[in-house]
């Protein structure tokens, strides 16, 4: 069996404070090369606190992280800067409110995503590599943001154009893997499709590992590979699509329409 690109292990993640809460609870997971993931639940379940916890993020939040992450070998919670820059520069994240610069140019934004191969001091100068142009553009393009485009403000640009913009951000890292955390939560329902497509053929394509939370049931079952269930920080599912039982799905992963969810 291939050896997994990600490993979770025993993970608890605590948020401190006067009521401490325990966003996940002994989560448990191995994630394979070029497997598309869907982690599902209700909000509160811990699906951004996952993601946060891979690449560390939720540090920021002063969040205490216990258990082990093991990402292409290299342990997470114990790497040095050094190697945490290096873990980071494998993995595109995407955010929901899309994390653009709005006054700089679309273009601009894009080539943010290849700052760990061309250095910082060089991309504050606006000296990137016309190599790394070139890939901006075709990235873009390949998002569906035309030629013409790529000039404007990201401010001019929709939230569903500004989403393409972070998974062209995304794909000029060439990460290993993908985290979106709920990319299209902020998404008219026919660019939530759109948006959606654009990740499953970059994982089709590219064979990029792609891990997508989403709260919505509909688009979870339609674009999820492997849907992964949490609930109360707590993995409750975990299964193949094709092991799944669309009748009961639902209730499965989200409870009864009483239940707390
Ligand atoms: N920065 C924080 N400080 C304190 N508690 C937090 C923080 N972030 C999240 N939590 C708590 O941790 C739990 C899990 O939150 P998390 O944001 O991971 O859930 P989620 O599944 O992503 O929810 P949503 O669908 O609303 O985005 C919740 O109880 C939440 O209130
Ligand atoms: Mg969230």
Redesign the pocket.
């Known amino acids: 069996m291939a050896t997994p690109i990600l490993r979770v292990h025993n993970l608890t993640v605590i948020?401190p404070?006067v009521h401490p809460?325990k966003?996940?609870d002994n989560v448990n997971l191995e994630i394979y090369p070029g497997e598309f993931v869907v982690v599902a639940?209700?909000?509160?379940?811990?699906?951004?606190?996952?993601l946060?916890a891979i690449n560390r993020l939720a540090e920021n939040?002063h969040?205490r992280i216990e258990g082990e992450i093991y990402f292409d070998g290299i342990n997470v919670l114990k790497a040095s800067r050094r190697q945490l820059r290096e873990i980071r520069s494998h993995i595109g994240f995407i955010f929901q409110e899309y994390n653009v610069v709005e006054r700089l140019p679309v273009l601009t934004n894009t080539l943010v995503g290849s700052l760990a191969q061309v250095g910082f001091l060089r991309s504050l100068l606006g000296r990137f590599p016309k190599e790394q142009i070139e890939r901006a553009h075709r990235a873009l393009v390949r998002v569906g943001i035309p030629q013409h485009r790529h000039g404007d403000r990201a401010a001019r640009l929709s939230g569903g154009q500004k989403q393409r913009v972070g998974i062209a951000r995304a794909l000029l890292q060439r990460p290993k893997l993908i985290l979106a955390?709920?990319p299209v939560a902020s998404l008219d329902p026919i660019t939530a499709n759109v948006v959606m497509n654009i990740f499953k053929k970059i994982n089709e394509d590219e064979g990029i590992t792609t891990i997508v939370?989403l709260?919505d049931p509909v688009l979870t079952f339609k674009y999820g590979k492997r849907i992964i269930g949490?609930k109360g920080?707590r993995i409750i599912y975990d299964k193949p699509i094709s092991a799944i039982n669309r009748e009961t799905f639902e209730e499965d992963i989200y409870g009864t329409v009483d239940g707390e969810g």
């Open positions: 948020y404070g809460v966003a996940l639940g209700v909000s509160g379940s811990g699906k951004s606190t996952l946060r939040d969040a955390d709920e939370n709260h949490l920080g």
